[in-house]
């Protein structure tokens, strides 16, 4: 079964410090990795996936995060952290095309000027 | 990036009533789409994959009969809750794979349907 793991409910940085969600995942086959972000009574929008080739994938609005296999993690992260990236982040995978995302269970990202 | 829409975006309703919520894909077709359910300060969790031209896939727990899924077109998949009661107030959201280039498909989610039952 597919899983996802994102360790920390809150995540708390001071503006124009780096920032890192965490994610780990659990899948049988080649992960299809995602991360959105979802702001108050929103749906989600979608920031980076990996699927093949490069680890280090950059994203929308300056996020980047790194997939390692050896680690299973996919760890979403930004050099400098903006008052607006405060929000709900959410780390999914899936192992197939087309196929349902399975979702962490999300982290608040909050960022302090 | 591809666009997905979901109408109404709050509903309140009466407890026994029902509600129909539609996700349309407004530059895209879609064969799959899938509706999801988050409760407050909660992650997603998937209700169905709804598939055009056949009936909807539910995931284990989930009630056909009082969530009724139509895929009426490549475009426009709805969700009804019927004879909703106040445990179904909820954020539903559905969406939808798009592929584009050959590093697989991106889901894009539409912005949501509160609902309240009253």
Known sequence: AQSVAQPEDQVNVAEGNP?????????????????????????LQFLLKYITGDNLVKGSYGFEA?????????????????????ALYFCAVRDQAGTALIFGKGTTLSVSS | GAVVSQHPSRVICKSGTSVKIECRS?????????????FPKQS????????????????????KDKFLINHASLTLSTLTVTSAHPEDSSFYICSAPHLAGVKGDTQYFGPGTRLTVL
């Open chain 2, 26 to 38: 407004l530059d895209f077709q879609a064969t799959t789409m899938f509706w999801y359910r988050q």
């Open chain 1, 19 to 43: 920032l890192t969600v965490k994610c780990t995942y659990s899948v049988s086959g080649n992960p299809y990795l995602f991360w959105y972000v979802q702001y108050p009574n929103r749906g």
């Open chain 1, 66 to 86: 790194e997939f390692n296999k050896s680690q299973t993690s996919f760890h979403l992260k930004k050099p400098s952290a903006l008052v607006s990236d405060s």
């Open chain 2, 44 to 63: 997603l969790m998937l209700m169905a994959t709804s598939n055009e031209g056949s009936k909807a896939t539910y995931e284990q727990g989930v009630e």
